[in-house]
């Protein structure tokens, strides 16, 4: 009797289900993953910006390979205060480790007399500390704050016998110690030596210096300074602004190392995972595509746990075992420079791939699995999303190797998606022979990038509402309007309901390039720009943010209505379960104010109250690190009607968000 009871239960409430779907507006599923983050060492996004390290050129390997002018001796000061004297060379013979080849080398003859500068030229520089050594200048000046402690780190051995006394310290322009610490180098073996500074007072063109003030000759490398504070406290950590900056977001993903930085300008140049993870001193530093210098410091293992501390998904993206077409400049002439790891290299090369699965995902006592858990993070990263090419031009070359790949990690980890790539444009050669890849290797996922005008974005709305349901899904993987106008906001959103209305297909998308450097900037448009002591948030920034914030997982169609001709307007409706809120988008890209007609009579028990946040602007509007918030949101709530008209303010974003009665 009972078991009789329970069965009519259940029917009766699978019938309740269906009758509650069936009145329903039509509806289908959001990819969970829709928005997410692309992160690239561009403009100074990684050493001089999210990383937080202050000494540039920390181990000496600054090279006319990264930068035409640029030696080991980069941002550094050779410095003998108060008449000292010796000698300065860069040495090869004996490095902590083969990776990392260059380190400095510093012999003390003399230790000048304060007092006989005192007498004769009056300064009283370093309060009259004389030795020789090195200063560095940071990344265009260190900025410290009083009462806030730097840790201070070094590697040294003695090549003379006797300990040899130095002294490390914060200075300012003026000559003035703001910090100051003693240590004795001791040891005839490479050693590291610590220290932790505090400032004294506020200063922001600080240099650090490593003074010896005893004679004798030794050996310096890996000389650095972090401040304590870095994000979540995390060693060899990022600059907690900015890394709070995408915290906020909240996104889904994160895609790294890049961009063209991850295939490289030429083989040499690829970018190899295995050379950016275990202690920083044993890692390759190489040359930066973008023109400067990568320490690696930011490597896989930093990009992996800053996706956990966040709650984002990692996305590794590796070469194809191509390089850039456009290495060497080719871009001038067409882009011919890609270059493709032998043949008889790809056996190592797939493993190479295979290898950062077993890194990521691996037991502790697999072979990688065992490096990760070394480094301090026993539980696997949960790794779901691998990217394989960037960009790459579709040659012959590129197929096999991308075949190679694909096949192998499909293989042994089935469990993976990875993901493709349709070439630098929206469209032409290479997007159709990538998608022609993406058919014959049946890829999960292709990652298409585009550059456009807001005219573009605006006339291709309806891009994605007939790509193929079968065929393989998309990674919208670097894309963004030329500018960080209001106007190129609102377009990028208009163009986002797009992705959500094709969220079944539209897996994943991330806005490019993330971060400029005051100063250091390659690519413009980019989402943040920052300088040592700040940052500034553009409208499209505060547009990805309030996308990546109020995700659905279920989208509603016909919800909010307007004239079907008016291509100035876009809009949405989804629920996200989780939070049980029913989230409409409305987005006018005209420089009035237009009416839609929202019809919420389908929902059942909401609360006819909304949040509504507004990001809205002039179409030129911008912000500027004069002026950071001329253009941000604002937030309210709203008493609505189940049917109402709701006026979008001119050259706007709304989101509105209605909760269910409880
Ligand atoms: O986002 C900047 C660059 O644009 C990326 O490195 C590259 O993939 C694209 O061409």
Redesign the pocket.
């Known amino acids: 009797m009972k078991k009789i009871t329970v069965f009519i239960f259940l029917i009766i409430s699978q019938l309740n289900i269906l009758a509650q779907k069936k009145d329903l507006p039509a509806s289908k599923s959001i990819s969970p993953n829709l928005f997410g983050l692309f992160f690239?060492d561009?403009n100074y996004a990684a050493d001089g910006g999210l990383y937080a390290e202050l000494v540039q050129n920390r181990s000496f390997e600054y090279s006319p390979n990264d930068n035409r002018s640029w030696h080991p001796f980069t941002s550094w000061e050779y410095y003998t205060p108060v008449f000292s004297y010796g000698d300065l060379s860069v040495e090869t013979t004996q490095p902590i480790h083969p990776n990392n080849p260059h380190y400095a080398v510093l012999t003390i003859e003399h230790i000048g007399v304060a007092s006989t500068e005192e007498r004769f030229l009056k300064i009283p520089e370093n309060k009259g500390i004389a030795g020789v050594g090195l200063k560095n200048t940071g990344f265009d000046n260190i900025i410290i704050k009083a009462g806030e402690s730097y840790n201070f780190s070094m590697f040294s051995r003695l090549i003379t016998e006797k300990p040899i006394s130095i002294s490390i310290f914060l200075q300012n322009k003026k000559g003035e110690i703001l910090a100051e610490k003693q240590i004795v180098v001791e040891n005839k073996d490479w050693k590291k030596y610590t220290a932790t500074l505090k400032a004294s007072a506020s200063n922001d063109s600080t240099s650090l210096v490593v003074l010896a003030t005893s004679t004798g000759k030794l050996a310096l490398d890996m000389v650095s300074l972090f401040p304590e504070k870095t994000f979540k406290n995390r060693q060899n950590g990022l600059r907690p602004d900015l890394a709070q900056t995408l915290a906020d977001m909240k996104p889904a993903f994160i895609r790294f190392p890049?961009?063209?930085?991850a295939h490289g300008e030429g083989l040499g140049n690829m970018y190899r995972w295995k050379n950016t993870v275990g202690p920083v001193e044993t890692r390759i530093a190489q040359k930066n595509i973008w023109g400067y210098h990568q320490t690696a410091g930011l490597g896989y293992f930093e990009y992996f746990q800053f996706c956990e501390d966040i709650g984002a998904k990692p996305l590794p993206v590796l070469p194809a075992a191509v390089s850039c077409q456009n290495s060497g400049g080719t871009w001038r002439i067409g882009g011919t420079g890609q270059c493709a790891v032998p043949m008889a290299e790809m056996g190592e090369y797939v493993q190479e791939v295979l290898d950062l699965i077993e890194w990521a995902n691996g037991p502790v006592t697999s072979k990688w699995g065992a490096l990760r858990a070394a480094a301090g993070h026993p539980e696997p990263f949960n790794l779901e999303l691998v990217g394989i090419g960037?960009?790459d031009k579709i040659t012959p070359e590129f197929e096999e190797r991308f075949k190679m790949i694909h096949n192998a990690v499909v293989t042994k980890y089935p469990y993976i998606k990875l993901i493709g790539t349709a070439g630098?444009f929206h469209s032409g050669e290479d997007f159709e022979k990538g998608w022609k890849v993406a058919d014959q290797t049946n890829v999960h996922i292709v990652d298409e990038?585009y550059?456009v005008q807001p005219e573009w974005l605006m006339k291709n709305l309806h891009r994605y509402d007939s790509y193929d349901r079968t065929k393989s899904k998309v990674y919208l993987g670097?894309y963004a309007s030329w500018g960080n106008k209001v106007k190129n906001a609102i377009a990028e959103a208009a163009f986002m309901i797009g992705l959500e209305r094709n969220g079944d297909v539209v897996s994943l998308a991330s806005y490019?390039?993330l971060f400029a450097k005051k100063n250091h900037t390659q690519?413009r448009t980019d989402m943040i720009f920052f300088d040592n002591s700040g940052y500034f948030l553009t409208p499209n920034y505060h547009v990805q943010k309030l996308f990546s914030t109020n995700m659905g997982d279920t989208y509603f169609e016909n919800i909010v209505s307007f004239d079907s001709k008016d291509s100035t307007l876009a809009a949405s409706c989804v629920k996200n379960s989780k939070s049980g809120e029913i989230i409409l988008k409305l987005v006018n890209y005209s420089n009035d104010p237009k009416s839609m007609k929202v019809n919420l009579s389908k929902f059942k028990n909401l609360v006819l109250e909304a949040d509504q946040t507004i990001l809205k602007g002039e179409d030129n509007d911008e912000n500027s690190f004069e002026n950071p918030e001329k253009v941000k949101p604002s937030n309210t709530t709203i008493k609505t009607t189940k049917v109402f008209d709701y006026q979008a303010p001119a050259m706007s974003l709304s989101i509105l968000k209605f909760k269910f009665k409880n």
Do not use: F, Q, S, T
Request: with cysteine; charged share 20%; aromatic share 14%.
């Open positions: 690239e561009i890049g961009g063209c930085l960037n960009e630098p990038h550059y670097e490019a390039p690519w």
